[in-house]
């Protein structure tokens, strides 16, 4: 069992930046791969990076990709999320999420196991 709590949200201005955290307790995080995601307002969550365990692959979506970066630290442990260049429509409550078992495709919602209670990250123009 993997408890995920995700803090550093909050509110910035269009082109600013800003760093979730991803706090794990469980003595398997190290084996998890770790993903983020993020839902606004009547839309569907949608998929914003994740990592494999050991944190040697990485994938982004495509909304994000060259301005947001994921990493993970094992011995914390925690996942990070450093978002920058931000832009209004990356307005959204984030969520971090835990794949016990290995996935088919790290993009879609279902292969998470676990999920944290979200941070809100609001974007002003």
């Known amino acids: 069992q993997v408890q995920l709590v995700e803090s550093g949200g909050g509110l910035v201005q269009a082109g600013g930046s800003l760093r979730l955290s991803c706090g794990a307790s469980g003595r398997s995080f190290s084996t998890y791969a770790m993903g983020w995601f993020r839902q606004a307002p009547g839309k569907e969550r949608e998929f914003v990076a994740a990592v494999t365990w050991s944190g040697s692959h990485t994938y982004y979506g495509n909304s994000v990709k060259g301005r947001f970066t994921i990493s993970r630290d094992n011995a914390k442990p925690t996942v990070d999320l450093q978002m920058n260049s931000l832009k209004p429509e990356d307005t959204a409550v984030y969520y971090c999420?835990?794949?016990?078992?290995?996935?088919?495709?790290?993009?879609?919602?279902?292969?998470?196991?676990?999920w944290g209670q979200g941070t809100q990250v609001t974007v002003s123009s």
């Open positions: 999420a835990a794949n016990r078992a290995g996935w088919r495709t790290p993009f879609d919602a279902v292969e998470y196991d676990y």
